[in-house]
């Protein structure tokens, strides 16, 4: 049999989301840029208008490093803001396969892509395959992010744990379209991955091959802090049970009961007594049982009846 040098060569988009991150995109990159596979290899980086030194830091990497030209950087004139701008970068990715790296993580293995790659192919009912990262706290602590007991999940595993790190996701290019919700969501994991989910399980190769960042400026350790944020939250989940017709109705449920609560309880400590009090009835008229199961209660009744005045968030 005569080879078919013209068949197409597989491609994976690798797409990077970043603001900021001059500190640590030349990381995060050169983790791209030391794979080793049989497959074309497209790095999409959304700079979502940093005024820091990431841009020259990503055209030195371009012009130096040997794999430079899997590059395709894009600054915005303005900040979109974090979900549009991984939207858009998504929008722009042209592979079979789609890798995932924020700026502020990197990969450590040089045949990651090529493990992950081989793995989908030989699994078709499989639409995204994951492995395991290290945490890296800012005093150089690493720990596992998680410990796994089997090698296939589901979407529904999603809600029981946080199952996947985000730099360790690829998946198949599928999703032509995305809703609304998603795209003004408040962060996109969880969301990218159920509506993967609806496409098939997603399995896992058990080895460490990323790093996951922790520090003060990421998005996961401030923006869930606020209570516009969770409250951004719960009308996110409303809109995914509507739209996966309460499929995952009742941990959707216990999620926005926490999200309330703990929202509750950050307005009652800034002294907002009546928008907690509101929530409060909100969240027992959705379930009573699991109100009074929730220890963010008792600390906004705590709050609400001791006055306890502490600097607004």
Known sequence: MIANNNMKKTCVSVVMISYQHESYIQQAIEGVLMQEANVDIELIIADDNSSDFTEKIVHHLQSSHKNGAWIHYNKHDTNKGMMPNFVWALSQAKG???????????????????????YLKNNPDCALVFHNAHRLFTDGRLELFNEYHRTRYTAQDLWHQWLIPTASALYRNDLLKYPEWFIKSTHGDLGL???????????FI???????????????????KTIEHRLKHVEQLQEMDAYFESKYHQPIMQRIINYNLSAAYLLAKCQKKMKAIHLL?????????????????????????????????
Not at 97 to 118: A, N, R
Not at 299 to 312: D, E, N, V
Request: glycine share 6%; charged share 20%.
């Open 96 to 118: 079979d396969f789609i890798s995932l790296c924020e700026g502020d993580d990197y990969w450590t293995d040089p045949h990651k892509i090529q493990k992950q790659v081989d």
């Open 281 to 313: 009835i909100k969240s027992m008229k959705l379930n009573f049982a699991a109100v009074i199961r929730n220890i963010y209660f008792y600390k906004t009744i705590f709050c609400l009846l001791f006055a306890w005045k502490t600097p607004s968030h």
């Open 206 to 224: 058990n080895e460490t091959m990323c790093v996951y960042r922790i520090h003060d400026t990421g998005v996961t350790q401030n923006h869930f």
């Open 193 to 203: 991955f159920l509506l993967l989910g609806e496409h098939g399980l997603f399995g």
